[in-house]
């Protein structure tokens, strides 16, 4: 599968942004997918990931009850709707794939086996 981040940009402390992540391919909904940041001078980090379905979720303590992830299946398109944005949350996004059973380690990026190229989110104090 291949994936193609989209969304980001420049926004100032306390707005918002929608970040898409389109994959190719009919198999879409037999991956689970995740979204990860990195910042400069820092590693790679966990924010989000939502399973095949969509009906479990899970987030990083730092962006819970900010940002919400949400997948079409239909339009074989993830999302991650960034709320309350902070300047901590400037980084690179990337989104990522894996369609291995269950949902543990979703928080890793070794989970992951297809990423996206990222997307640069910069948000303003």
């Known amino acids: 599968v291949q994936l193609q981040a989209s969304g980001g940009g420049l926004v100032q402390a306390g707005g918002s942004l929608r970040l898409s992540c389109a994959a190719s391919g009919r198999t879409f909904s037999s991956y689970a997918m995740g979204w990860f940041r990195q910042a400069p001078g820092k590693e790679r980090e966990f924010v989000a990931a939502?399973?095949?379905?969509?009906?479990?979720?899970y987030y990083a303590d730092s962006v819970q009850g900010r940002f919400t992830i949400s997948r079409d299946n239909g339009k074989n398109t993830v999302y991650l709707q960034m709320n309350s944005l902070r300047p901590e949350d400037t980084a690179v996004y990337y989104c990522a794939a894996h369609s291995r059973l269950g949902g543990s380690y979703y928080y890793l990026p070794g989970r992951y086996d297809y990423w996206g190229q990222g997307t640069l989110v910069t948000v303003s104090s």
């Open positions: 939502i399973m095949r379905s969509g009906g479990s979720t």
